[in-house]
């Protein structure tokens, strides 16, 4: 059975000394450096299993990457604006925001959508106008899904659920995010990574086999597509992880918690190790 082994790796634009998490002082040339150390293992990891391998990066390391990386690893961007430019349509409006055309044209093939940070974001904008509505964040997150599969990009959709709502209406939330968001959606060319945020983040519980199977079951029963663990595959959740079933892979951000926090190739790569044994 395939597996989706997908990896996130947020503000590594920004150097440590300005607030990121990057501690590679040749940032210009950072996504080649590390994909030239991670390409050759993962051939040979795929080589012996079904997996599929994908790297979301900040814009700014999108070309180095794309340069540097062939098919053994997908190189994808970090979320698409909700409407594009057409030809002999809007050509040249959206500034300061990412249009599927651009990211199709450079090579991107993947993208992640929904992210709770983007999910964020977005209800932070409409609390600003003294609003609250979670269908429609879902609606234009929807728009973006539907943009990038005309473009030809393979969308990751985010799922999950604060602890209030985990608490309460877990299953109502995360119905109305698949619901509205894969609304009209080609179900074959989408897979979803759950995101519990109740047990993301220093000092929370982390989700339990239990918990995270009964949400995979939950997300099965309404959409047949691949479910990925989004809480962080770590080197100490990756081999229980995987012998879930009903999860289909998972998402890796830091592969470091502590000290020198961070990612770092070979720690990334005995994390897919672990997960696929």
Not at 108 to 127: A, M, P, Q, T, Y
Request: proline share 3%.
């Amino acid at each position: 059975m395939k597996k989706y082994l997908y990896l996130n790796l947020k503000r590594f634009d920004v150097l440590r000394e300005f607030g990121g998490v990057n501690g590679d002082t040749d940032i210009k040339n950072w996504s080649s450096n590390i994909i030239k150390k991670v390409l050759e293992p993962l051939k040979e990891i795929k080589a012996k299993s079904d997996a599929e391998f994908v790297m979301y990066l900040p814009e700014l390391h999108l070309f180095n990457a794309l340069e540097a990386a062939d098919d053994t690893l997908s190189v994808g961007c970090q979320g698409i604006f909700y409407e594009n430019v057409s030809k002999g349509g809007n050509f040249g409006a959206f500034t300061t925001h990412r249009v599927a055309a651009a990211m199709k044209q450079i090579g991107v093939k993947d993208v992640i959508i929904g992210h709770f940070e983007e999910r964020k974001d977005k209800n932070n904008l409409l609390s600003m106008a003294g609003k609250e509505d979670k269908t429609l964040v879902n609606k234009i997150l929807n728009k973006e899904i539907a943009l990038a599969i005309e473009a030809g990009i393979s969308p990751l959709y985010c799922i999950g659920e604060s602890l209030e709502e985990r608490q309460t209406s877990w299953n109502e939330v995360l119905k109305l995010q698949i619901e509205e968001g894969l609304k009209g959606i080609d179900l074959t060319k989408v897979k979803i990574a759950y995101e519990p945020l109740w047990a993301i983040g220093p000092g929370k519980t982390p989700a339990t086999a239990e918990e995270i199977k009964e949400v995979a079951d939950f997300i099965k029963s309404i959409v047949n597509v691949p479910v990925l663990y989004g809480g962080g595959l770590k080197s100490d959740n990756a081999a229980s992880i995987s012998k879930i079933e009903g999860v289909d892979g998972g998402l890796i951000a830091l592969t470091r918690f502590s000290g020198e926090i961070g990612f770092y190739p070979e720690e990334y790569l005995e994390i897919i190790r672990l997960y696929l044994g």
